[in-house]
T-cell receptor, first 112, second 114 residues
Framework: GQQLNQSPQSMFIQEGEDVSMNCTSS?????WLWYKQDPGEGPVLLIA?????ELTSNGRLTAQFGITRKDSFLNISASIPSDVGIYFC????????????FGSGTQLTVLP | EPEVTQTPSHQVTQMGQEVILRCVPI?????FYWYRQILGQKVEFLVS????????KSEIFDDQFSVERPDGSNFTLKIRSTKLEDSAMYFC????????????FGPGTRLTVT
C-alpha cells in the first residue's frame, strides 16, 4: 500500500519556539490532512489541504500542500504546553477518495 | 459542536468471542469509516461505508469483520471470533457526501483480547 514517511519521529522544544514537521510520499496524494492525537484519544483534525501549493493556517498552525503533490509540512509557531501530543499527516492516495493513509506520527514534547 | 461518539470506551474479551463496537457518526454525515491503531503504531484504515454498503476495505478487513448501519444513527463493527492480534484502539470516523473529504474521528474503543 501507499506509505507516508513522516519526520521527525519526535521533537523536544522549549515553550515559545517554532516547530516544523513534514510528510513525504513516493506517490501522488490528492488531499493532505493533519491531525493531532492526545494519549487515549482519537485524532483531531487540524488542517485540510486540497490543492498543490496551497498554504492554509489555523491559528498558530500553518500547513502547505507541496507542489509535487508528494509532500506536506506543518508549522507550529510560538509553541505552548498544550501543543504536546502526536501529530499525524494523512492523505488520500491517487485512486482513493475515502481511504485515509496515515503517517507514523511526530511526537512533540514542549518543555517549560 | 457535533462529534462522533463511540461505545464502549474499553472492551475486554476472550479470544474466540464475538465483539460489537458501536459508533454514532455526526448526524448529517453520510460516509462512515472504521480505523484501528495498534499500540504505538500508526492509524490504519479498515473500511468505508456509504449508502448501506461497503465502498472500500483494506486487506485487514477480512471475513472476521463486518459492518452494519442497524438504524438511522448507529454504525457498528463486528469481529466474529477475536484473536489476540485484534487488540487495538478502534476508531470510527465520518464525513460528508460532498467534495469535502475531511474525516472526523471518535474517541475510540480500546479492545483488549485475552
Amino acid at each position: 500500500g501507499q506509505q507516508l514517511n513522516q519526520s521527525p519521529q519526535s521533537m523536544f522544544i522549549q515553550e515559545g519556539e517554532d516547530v516544523s514537521m513534514n510528510c513525504t510520499s513516493s506517490s501522488i496524494f490528492n488531499t493532505w490532512l493533519w491531525y493531532k492525537q492526545d494519549p487515549g484519544e482519537g485524532p483531531v483534525l487540524l488542517i485540510a489541504l486540497y490543492k498543490a501549493g496551497e498554504l492554509t493556517s489555523n491559528g498558530r498552525l500553518t500547513a502547505q500542500f507541496g507542489i509535487t503533490r508528494k509532500d506536506s509540512f506543518l508549522n507550529i509557531s510560538a509553541s505552548i504546553p498544550s501543543d504536546v501530543g502526536i501529530y499525524f499527516c494523512a492523505g488520500f492516495p491517487s485512486g482513493s477518495a475515502r481511504q485515509l493513509t496515515f503517517g507514523s506520527g511526530t511526537q512533540l514534547t514542549v518543555l517549560p | 459542536e457535533p462529534e462522533v461518539t463511540q461505545t464502549p470506551s474499553h472492551q475486554v474479551t476472550q479470544m474466540g468471542q464475538e465483539v460489537i463496537l458501536r459508533c454514532v457518526p455526526i448526524s448529517n454525515h453520510l460516509y462512515f469509516y472504521w480505523y484501528r491503531q495498534i499500540l504505538g503504531q500508526k492509524v490504519e484504515f479498515l473500511v468505508s461505508f456509504y449508502n448501506n454498503e461497503i465502498s472500500e476495505k483494506s486487506e485487514i478487513f477480512d471475513d472476521q469483520f463486518s459492518v452494519e448501519r442497524p438504524d438511522g444513527s448507529n454504525f457498528t463493527l463486528k469481529i466474529r471470533s477475536t484473536k489476540l492480534e485484534d487488540s487495538a484502539m478502534y476508531f470510527c470516523a465520518s464525513s460528508t457526501e460532498g467534495g469535502d473529504y475531511e474525516q472526523y474521528f471518535g474517541p475510540g474503543t480500546r479492545l483488549t483480547v485475552t
